[in-house]
């Protein structure tokens, strides 16, 4: 993929509007890690006005992908997609994260970002009903969910019985994962070869109903971009479920939680949902409090664009203070649909009262 001209020297150019809304910059307190500064290394490394030295490269890791930079941007220019080109760049020079190798590596042998194959799990917890060819409708449960909160699946599984959906099988092919640590690592050959595969997987299935939105996002825009569209119509798992939540159900005791809710970086900017976990979590009986910074002005975990991989620390710090927020929202429970935001808040706090969204309406549905 050729890097866009125009939206490298706009970036290069810019007197930094959207400094302030770039949380690794806000984190590590340098002006080479804010949007400006990254994109800026790139320009000159395209121009050979700066050597092709790991250091130099390392700038391209020092970003989320979150696209809160975006918001703030009169010109709409995604920094994050001028970094995942500079990383591809890295990756061509062998100057890239090395902290990344072991994702390719997992991904091409266990079709996973893990290091074991998740497919097994879903096998040996499952009926084969549900891994059935014949299906047309999927879940797409990912490798975090699989791997760190398996019983948020299960829970999945039992709202889609409990609003009397029988039709949705389980994704469980050997390309088990999306796809997206290649791409946002810039392994990008890579990834295009592993999207044409779960495309072929795909192929025939009617809609794809995705439990994280980074793979939502990943199926539903990121393919395209590389000439592997699917036919499916691919879904967060909020989006399809509301219309059920909503018009069916009524008799149902309301829950009347104080919640908060985390706005996940491709839920909000990438996908633009943000009112649709809102309405869930009210239609079970949620009482909400807002965070300072919410729907498309939401801050980042931290962990977002293999970040958590490259630079632990400044994930830590990012996490910390994004639950700084929740802790002055007076809410009793913060609730986010996102795996790894999640796990990232609990790996920050573990005494940390945060749930998926999955699990506020499973205590829902489970009422007899």
């Given at each position: 993929?050729?890097?866009?001209?125009?939206?490298?020297?706009?970036?290069?150019?810019?007197?930094?509007?959207?400094?302030?809304?770039?949380?690794?910059?806000?984190?590590?307190?340098?002006?080479?890690?804010?949007?400006?500064?990254?994109?800026?290394?790139?320009?000159?490394?395209?121009?050979?006005?700066?050597?092709?030295?790991?250091?130099?490269?390392?700038?391209?890791?020092?970003?989320?992908?979150?696209?809160?930079?975006?918001?703030?941007?009169?010109?709409?220019?995604?920094?994050?997609?001028?970094?995942?080109?500079?990383?591809?760049?890295?990756?061509?020079?062998?100057?890239?994260?090395?902290?990344?190798?072991?994702?390719?590596?997992?991904?091409?042998?266990?079709?996973?970002?893990?290091?074991?194959?998740?497919?097994?799990?879903?096998?040996?917890?499952?009926?084969?009903?549900?891994?059935?060819?014949?299906?047309?409708?999927?879940?797409?449960?990912?490798?975090?969910?699989?791997?760190?909160?398996?019983?948020?699946?299960?829970?999945?599984?039992?709202?889609?019985?409990?609003?009397?959906?029988?039709?949705?099988?389980?994704?469980?092919?050997?390309?088990?994962?999306?796809?997206?640590?290649?791409?946002?690592?810039?392994?990008?050959?890579?990834?295009?070869?592993?999207?044409?595969?779960?495309?072929?997987?795909?192929?025939?299935?009617?809609?794809?109903?995705?439990?994280?939105?980074?793979?939502?996002?990943?199926?539903?825009?990121?393919?395209?971009?590389?000439?592997?569209?699917?036919?499916?119509?691919?879904?967060?798992?909020?989006?399809?479920?509301?219309?059920?939540?909503?018009?069916?159900?009524?008799?149902?005791?309301?829950?009347?939680?104080?919640?908060?809710?985390?706005?996940?970086?491709?839920?909000?900017?990438?996908?633009?949902?943000?009112?649709?976990?809102?309405?869930?979590?009210?239609?079970?009986?949620?009482?909400?409090?807002?965070?300072?910074?919410?729907?498309?002005?939401?801050?980042?975990?931290?962990?977002?664009?293999?970040?958590?991989?490259?630079?632990?620390?400044?994930?830590?710090?990012?996490?910390?203070?994004?639950?700084?927020?929740?802790?002055?929202?007076?809410?009793?429970?913060?609730?986010?649909?996102?795996?790894?935001?999640l796990k990232t808040f609990k790996d920050t706090d573990p005494y940390l009262p945060v749930v998926d969204i999955i699990e506020v309406v499973y205590e829902f549905l489970r009422q007899k």
């Amino acid at each position: 993929m050729k890097i866009p001209e125009k939206e490298l020297e706009y970036c290069t150019t810019c007197p930094k509007l959207c400094r302030f809304a770039c949380p690794v910059a806000n984190a590590e307190y340098r002006e080479s890690t804010t949007p400006w500064g990254k994109v800026s290394m790139l320009y000159y490394l395209t121009r050979e006005y700066a050597p092709h030295t790991s250091e130099n490269y390392d700038l391209m890791y020092h970003c989320t992908t979150c696209l809160a930079c975006r918001e703030f941007c009169e010109h709409q220019i995604s920094v994050p997609d001028l970094l995942i080109m500079g990383r591809n760049m890295a990756y061509d020079k062998s100057r890239h994260h090395r902290g990344l190798d072991r994702t390719l590596k997992n991904i091409k042998k266990y079709g996973s970002v893990f290091g074991e194959d998740l497919r097994e799990r879903l096998s040996s917890e499952f009926d084969p009903v549900y891994f059935s060819r014949s299906l047309k409708v999927l879940l797409f449960v990912g490798c975090v969910y699989t791997r760190h909160q398996f019983d948020t699946i299960k829970k999945a599984i039992f709202i889609l019985e409990r609003l009397g959906i029988d039709y949705a099988g389980i994704y469980n092919r050997e390309q088990f994962c999306c796809g997206l640590p290649l791409y946002s690592s810039g392994f990008l050959s890579e990834f295009s070869e592993y999207a044409e595969m779960v495309k072929k997987n795909l192929s025939g299935i009617k809609k794809v109903i995705a439990l994280c939105p980074s793979c939502t996002y990943t199926l539903k825009s990121i393919y395209p971009q590389f000439d592997n569209a699917i036919r499916a119509e691919v879904l967060t798992f909020s989006e399809f479920i509301l219309p059920f939540i909503k018009n069916g159900l009524r008799d149902l005791k309301k829950i009347c939680e104080h919640y908060a809710y985390h706005d996940p970086c491709y839920m909000s900017r990438y996908l633009n949902q943000t009112e649709e976990p809102r309405e869930l979590l009210k239609s079970t009986g949620g009482i909400l409090s807002e965070l300072l910074w919410n729907r498309k002005n939401s801050i980042c975990c931290g962990a977002g664009g293999m970040h958590k991989a490259t630079n632990p620390d400044t994930t830590r710090d990012i996490a910390a203070r994004r639950l700084e927020e929740f802790k002055a929202s007076g809410a009793k429970k913060l609730v986010t649909s996102c795996p790894t935001c999640l796990k990232t808040f609990k790996d920050t706090d573990p005494y940390l009262p945060v749930v998926d969204i999955i699990e506020v309406v499973y205590e829902f549905l489970r009422q007899k």
